[in-house]
T-cell receptor, first 110, second 114 residues
Framework: KQEVTQIPAALSVPEGENLVLNCSFTDSAIYNLQWFRQDPGKGLTSLLLIQSSQREQTSGRLNASLDKSSGRSTLYIAASQPGDSATYLCAADQGGKLIFGQGTELSVKP | DAGVIQSPRHEVTEMGQEVTLRCKPISGHNSLFWYRQTMMRGLELLIYFNNNVPIDDSGMPEDRFSAKMPNASFSTLKIQPSEPRDSAVYFC????????????FGEGSRLTVL
């Protein structure tokens, strides 16, 4: 059974800092790995999707990497801004369904 | 495109009442997912459909929960009878293709059962 874990559960950083969020999964047989952002009281917004054959994906200040063999993915946020404050969730695609981690709650202080 | 549309956004009901949550997926998407989010358990997949057919309902908690997708543009999740432990935010999401691909979520329906 796939289990997805995110560390840390919460993170507070000053504005401008570069940061890394971690995601690990127990079953490497995945189709892709996705990162989402969730603002309070809102739904999830897709940030990046890494196919199982890829090593990383980039979108603006965000870079996500995937190492299937070790069961790990990281989300790198460069030059963090207060607007980046949200909960970030990763999810492993088991072929038709996503298994989510519990998320990392990020707070970027001005 | 309007995105995934869910209704109602908020529902407060009493234990034992029937609850129906509704979802309109993005046009052209042929996979639809129902998730439940709680503080304790995070996001859990309840059921998903592909081309209106239920593919995996192993996440449905018990027989009190049922879901239907009568056509490509509408799905319902019904709880009958509702219990306080069903209180949660219920999300609908849709994607193109049978493998998940990029998932688009609705704003969610916050259910409170008293």
């Amino acid at each position: 059974k796939q289990e997805v874990t995110q560390i840390p559960a919460a993170l507070s950083v000053p504005e401008g800092e570069n940061l890394v969020l971690n995601c690990s999964f127990t079953d490497s047989a995945i189709y892709n790995l996705q990162w989402f952002r969730q603002d309070p009281g809102k739904g999830l917004t897709s940030l990046l999707l890494i196919q199982s054959s890829q090593r990383e994906q980039t979108s603006g200040r965000l870079n996500a990497s995937l190492d299937k063999s070790s069961g790990r993915s990281t989300l790198y946020i460069a030059a963090s801004q207060p607007g980046d404050s949200a909960t970030y969730l990763c999810a492993a695609d088991q072929g038709g369904k996503l298994i989510f981690g519990q998320g990392t709650e990020l707070s970027v202080k001005p | 495109d309007a995105g995934v549309i869910q209704s109602p956004r908020h529902e407060v009901t009493e234990m034992g009442q029937e609850v129906t949550l509704r979802c309109k997926p993005i046009s052209g998407h042929n996979s639809l997912f129902w998730y439940r989010q709680t503080m304790m358990r995070g996001l859990e997949l309840l059921i998903y459909f592909n081309n209106n057919v239920p593919i995996d309902d192993s996440g449905m908690p018990e027989d009190r929960f049922s879901a239907k997708m009568p056509n490509a543009s509408f799905s319902t999740l019904k709880i009958q009878p509702s219990e306080p432990r069903d209180s949660a935010v219920y999300f609908c999401a849709s994607s193109r293709g049978q493998n998940t691909g990029e998932l688009f979520f609705g704003e969610g329906s916050r259910l409170t059962v008293l």
